[in-house]
């Protein structure tokens, strides 16, 4: 007869009792387990006839309790010899779980109260197995019982799922085989698509104090979980916690489940950040706000130098594992990670000489999105047997990846907008490659070892069309013979070839014409270049001087311009009469102004006659005349400007005649 305790009774714990009946075992009477220094007894009447040795630590045990549920311990007892005067001797040291496991087996065979929990259901369950108390000897048996637990306890709760996934690391090969491992990366998957609102927060054993940023700024004072906003990546913390393995069963369900490859991605990169430090710290927190600094385990410490070393005492070989491992579940999409994530990844893979499959196919990743990449994450220090410093190869290799995955774009004929896009995005992506590309060249020039055809191959690892100026191929090729003063003329020759004049800016032409390390060739080829772009200017600015005066003349319309039933001919004669028209009526207006002129200058003179005759007069007859020929004088000006007095017909009479000199007239 057995009991549970829910879940409200015992905070997620089962307790089996089981009732024990000392008649049916030979009147044998025990209180509890006892130990002491590594010997675990059984308090009872009846002295032991049963030594199970697990490990370090020796059970005195009796025989009737443990064959009657064990089918193993039945079959050792009866194949061993019988001793009359010595208990039975039993080497256990192969059992999973260790002298723990064995410990909750032999209370459930003695009817002891057992306590399952999610840290020892997993080992109890495959010392169950292994002990082989199934449901033939008796009903109920323990792998009934544990089978019960983990279906109906474990994997409905998201944090037992973790906690027993975890206990699982220590149970290899028991865990995989019975499943466990399996229907817990199920449940984690399952429960890590579907809706948050429903899985408690506190997943193991973080408070909500110590979690994520994001969370907690999520988190109102007072509000109830219902109406708490959950981040996606609320199951990246947990996750992080297991093993490598287990993770990676994790991911793989997840990715059968349909989750979205972006946040698949930031989950492997969270999880390396943990593991490795350093190695995704930014990465990550582009790629989601709610990631935070941890302490993670110090495996592997990379640091900024070109020679890395490892400060961690896990084995190399685990640490190789560890990072093919993260390679091989990326998923194979553009952008679900970042470039610097991933030429971080192969910093380490290089280093630790990870598998060359994976590797390649790093590479070729690494190669879709080589646009996004930074010159220190391209600074990767060669770890094979080259003469190098940095890694120009690899480079190489990756520039040549890129170009691949530029060349192949979508050939449908019903999508040639997409097309056109591709074109116009790998053409912007082709120019950043190359100026990235000139920059590690400039970088990698003042190598001793770098030979010249391993300098050019890298160069002209992109076509001449991807770079829209060759000023920082230029900077990089002097940045080369600087560093390189033995160079002969020959390889000099060879490396400016590489170089297109027609690219190279006002600046940089100025430097390059005055340049002692450029071959005296290449100086005259520039200053070439530079006369027929002068000459080419002077013959474009003469062209565009003679197309503004043919836009001048006047054009004809079209027919699709004119009016239905009209020709261009008929149009251009109405246009003809209609110009003569208003030049006759110019003419006309021209000449009643000369009359109007004519007439006005013979009053004028009447008046300046008038005016010189005048003899002595009154003060009033001479301040009336000078008045009247005043305002006739002041008429005569403006009509002068009204009737635009500098036409060339009208010039002739309208100088104004000088005044004749003022005299003072005496009225004494």
């Known amino acids: 007869m057995w009991e549970t305790k829910t879940e409200s009774q015992s905070g997620r714990r089962g307790y089996y009792n089981y009732s024990f009946n000392p008649d049916e075992h030979d009147g044998l009477s025990m209180n509890e387990f006892t130990c002491r220094d590594n010997s675990w007894s059984v308090s009872s009447d009846v002295p032991s006839d049963l030594l199970v040795k697990v490990e370090s ?12 549920r064990s089918g193993k311990m039945n079959r050792i007892v009866n194949e061993s010899p019988i001793r009359d005067s010595e208990p039975n001797f039993i080497n256990l040291d192969d059992l999973p779980g260790g002298p723990e496991a064995f410990e909750l ?13 999610a840290s020892n259901i997993a080992s109890l369950r495959c010392a169950a197995e292994y002990l082989e108390m199934t449901e033939d000897l008796e009903e109920g048996n323990l792998i009934f019982k544990t089978e019960a637990f983990l279906s109906y306890v474990v994997l409905s709760s998201w944090r037992d799922s973790i906690a027993v996934l975890k206990s699982c690391e220590d149970l290899s090969p028991w865990a995989e085989n019975l499943q466990i491992v399996r229907r817990c990366s199920e449940s984690i998957a399952w429960k ?12 193991t054993g973080i408070s909500p104090k110590t979690g994520s940023p994001q969370w907690n700024s999520r988190c109102k004072e007072g509000s109830s979980s219902k109406n708490q906003q959950v981040p996606p990546d609320w199951w990246f913390e947990d996750v992080s916690t297991l093993r490598i393995d287990h993770f990676v069963r994790v991911v793989v369900a997840i990715k059968v489940k349909g989750m979205r490859f972006e946040l698949i991605g930031a989950a492997i990169m969270n999880y390396a950040s943990t593991w490795l430090p350093g190695l995704a710290s930014e990465a990550t927190q582009n790629s989601y706000d709610s990631t935070w600094n941890r302490g993670g385990r110090n495996m592997i410490v990379v640091g900024n130098s070109s020679k890395e070393e490892l400060l961690s005492g896990m084995p190399i070989r685990e640490q190789c594992m560890l990072v093919e491992s993260l390679i091989s579940i990326i998923p194979p999409i553009k952008d679900c990670v970042s470039c610097s994530f991933l030429l971080q990844l192969l910093r380490l893979a290089n280093m630790l000489q990870a598998a060359h499959a994976l590797i390649e196919d790093l590479e070729k990743r690494i190669g879709m999105q080589l646009e996004q990449a930074s010159l220190a994450d391209l600074l990767i220090p060669s770890y094979s047997k080259c003469e190098t410093f940095y890694d120009v190869e690899l480079v190489r290799r990756l520039v ?20 056109d ?16 590309l000139d920059g590690y060249l400039a970088e990698v020039s003042r190598d001793q070892h770098l030979s010249p055809s391993e300098f050019q191959a890298l160069a002209e690892a992109l076509p001449k069309s991807a770079r829209t100026s060759d000023d920082g191929l230029y900077r990089a090729i002097d940045s080369y013979l600087k560093a390189h003063p033995t160079l002969s003329e020959h390889g000099r020759r060879r490396l400016c070839r590489l170089m297109d004049c027609q690219k190279l800016s006002v600046d940089a032409c100025m430097h390059a014409a005055q340049n002692d390390r450029l071959p005296l060739r290449f100086a005259v080829q520039i200053l070439f270049s530079e006369q027929v772009k002068i000459s080419k200017s002077i013959a474009n600015s003469s062209l565009e001087g003679g197309r503004e005066l043919v836009h001048c003349q006047p054009m004809l319309p079209t027919q699709s311009q004119l009016p239905e039933g009209r020709t261009p001919r008929s149009f251009f004669q109405e246009g003809r009469a209609a ?50 020929w005043t305002s006739r004088w002041k008429k005569l000006g403006k009509l002068t400007r009204i009737t635009g007095m500098g036409d060339n017909e009208m010039e002739a009479p309208v100088e104004a005649r000088k005044e004749p000199r003022r005299r003072r007239y005496s009225i004494s």
Do not use: W
């Open 579 to 628: 110009e003569k028209k208003d030049i006759n009526t110019l003419k006309y207006e021209l000449e009643d102004m000369k009359a109007k002129y004519t007439e006005l200058q013979r009053e004028m003179d009447s008046l300046q006659s008038m005016f010189e005759k005048m003899a002595s007069p009154s003060s009033k007859t001479i301040k009336h005349q000078s008045s009247r």
């Open 400 to 419: 040549q990846h890129f170009m691949v995955q530029e060349q192949t774009g979508p050939s449908s004929p019903g999508r040639e907008s997409s097309s």
């Open 421 to 436: 896009k591709h074109r116009q995005s790998g053409a912007s992506a082709k120019a950043r490659v190359a100026r990235l």
């Open 57 to 68: 630590y020796i059970f005195h045990l009796h025989k009737y309790p443990l064959i009657t």
């Open 105 to 117: 087996a032999a209370r459930f065979c003695y009817g002891i109260a057992v306590d399952l929990t």
């Open 192 to 203: 890590a698509c579907a809706s948050p609102k429903g899985i408690k927060q506190a997943h």
